[in-house]
């Protein structure tokens, strides 16, 4: 289901090989140019950098022109085709630059087009080829576009500034940039705060996992709290995203060494793991198959990895609980991993937090619970809501 609506949400503009059809940009003299240079890493000649700047500039301004959707998406693959992948060399370093230059003045005068549709388009075409270039001068671009309104837009802008290649480049010794880094996340942080579609979330938690900064983990919980939020009004969508969310968690639990801020973590790995696990007991009535099996996927894979690692031993309960389809059996495995208000569960022990206080002012030994999900409305004999 989750897979259906991605490819559907961004098929239009995300399509590259199967519309790059004839088109006017000319490609001879760079493709020359690329196959000289860029994988012997030799020093460009003035020319070299005049074809490169020519081209780009020429390919953009053909984009901007153009009003065929899918001859502007052929122009666009066009581009990013001529970046030469993604090892670095004087080649795609002047690439880069060629483009960070000409995408700015680009999307400045796109932002001037009067009808709104062929705006939108062109625009985010602009920003597709700015996230497809992965690269750290791009930033600003997709910075510039985080608080876009419009659900395509944010996500691209999302991928220019938070992809794995953007964050492997900020942690490099060579090209790593601790300012940089700092603001990507300040304005991630911003974003999430706004409203991110879960499959640009995932690419949000991951970057900020990846990272690793202070600021980063910080967003990371805050991340961890508005799923949970999402949970207990039973609107959360696309499970899946946590376990890469539960990971990040079980890492920070791992590395942490301050204290309070390795409990605050474990609170939020136990409380999270909970209601993944309580969605799956309690919402047999209300989740689809495919998010019953999105769920059992979570709960397996976390308890296989993270939850093994965390108390230094292989773990089966829960996934054997699942497979027994006996959900009594699932709830007291869930206890006795995360605790019940009687008892500490063995992570609890295992990792020495608790939940906090209770409204009595007791110490906390579970996780708060998850309430049933709201039942669908009654509907009359031709299936539609009854009166």
């Not at 609506?5 to 020359?32: D, K, P, Q, W």
């Not at 953009?60 to 693959?77: F, M, N």
């Not at 419009?150 to 991928?159: G, H, L, N, R, S």
């Amino acid at each position: 289901m989750v897979g259906k609506r991605i490819c559907l949400f961004f098929a239009v503009l995300g399509v590259s090989a199967m519309y790059s059809s004839v088109f006017a940009l000319n490609s001879t003299e760079i493709e020359a140019v690329l196959a000289a240079r860029h994988k012997s890493k030799a020093r460009l000649t003035t020319g070299d950098k005049v074809v490169i700047e020519t081209f780009v500039r020429s390919g953009l301004q053909e984009l901007l022109l153009e009003e065929d959707p899918w001859e502007a998406v052929s122009i666009r693959v066009a581009i990013v085709a001529q970046r030469g992948g993604s090892e670095l060399s004087p080649y795609s370093a002047a690439f880069i630059e060629a483009a960070a230059t000409n995408l700015k003045t680009t999307i400045e005068d796109a932002g001037r087009l009067q009808d709104a549709d062929r705006r939108r388009r062109t625009l985010l075409n602009l920003l597709i080829i700015a996230a497809e270039l992965e690269s750290t001068e791009m930033a600003d671009i997709g910075l510039g576009m985080l608080a876009s309104p419009d659900a395509a837009t944010q996500y691209w802008a999302v991928k220019t500034v938070a992809s794995p290649a953007i964050a492997a480049q900020l942690k490099s010794p060579i090209t790593g940039d601790e300012d940089l880094t700092r603001r990507i996340v300040g304005e991630l942080d911003k974003a999430v705060g706004r409203r991110v579609a879960p499959e640009g979330m995932r690419i949000v938690v991951e970057f900020a996992d990846a990272v690793d900064t202070p600021e980063a983990r910080a967003l990371v919980l805050k991340i961890a709290d508005l799923r949970m939020s999402l949970y207990e009004k039973w609107t959360v969508k696309y499970e899946l995203m946590d376990t890469i969310l539960l990971s990040a968690l079980g890492r920070q639990i791992m590395s942490e060494t301050a204290e309070p801020k390795r409990v605050t973590a474990c609170r939020k790995f136990g409380q999270l793991y909970s209601y993944v696990i309580e969605r799956f007991i309690l919402g047999g009535k209300v989740l689809s198959a495919g998010q019953k099996q999105q769920v059992a996927s979570v709960i397996a894979e976390v308890e296989n990895t993270i939850v093994g690692k965390l108390l230094a031993q292989s773990r089966v309960r829960l996934k054997k609980a699942i497979e027994s389809a006996k959900l009594s059996t699932l709830e007291s495995a869930r206890k006795l991993l995360l605790g019940s208000p009687r008892q500490a569960g063995s992570l609890p022990v295992k990792l020495k937090f608790d939940y906090g206080k209770t409204a009595a002012g007791t110490t906390a030994k579970a996780p708060k619970s998850l309430k049933p999900p709201p039942l669908p409305p009654p509907t009359n004999e031709q299936g539609s809501p009854a009166p």
